[in-house]
């Protein structure tokens, strides 16, 4: 069975730190590209970060870039964000997804499937 399965959410003061996980299941999408994306309430979802199967190749949207890491860790399964220097405007519920197609840009989320659950983040001012 093709998974995705994102952890690690949770509470920060502005200027905090989370690492997120997406422990990625399943033999298609463990050779997949991940991408992780957000959704505030009342907005649409957003790309935040991608990353290729080898990990040689990423992509973050611009209000992230400098702040947030993203890097995976095959043997173990699992793609990881690592976000600094929380704002509240990072406040959202994030997804894992495995990119299924190359048919449209990295932040297309029509190119992933197989989402996860989502994992709340919540910065506080």
Known sequence: QE?????????VHAGGSLTLSCAVRGRTVSRSGVGWFRQAPGKEREFVSGISYSGDS?????????????WRDNAKGTVYLQMNS??????????????LTY???VSDPLD??????????TVSS
């Open 3 to 11: 998974q995705l399965l994102e952890s690690g959410g949770g509470l």
């Open 58 to 70: 990423t992509d973050y949207v611009d209000s992230v870039k400098g702040r947030f890491t993203i």
């Open 86 to 99: 929380l704002k509240p405007e990072d406040t959202a519920v994030y997804y894992c997804a495995a990119r």
């Open 103 to 105: 048919i449209r840009s």
């Open 112 to 121: 992933y499937g197989h989402w996860g659950q989502g994992t709340q983040v």
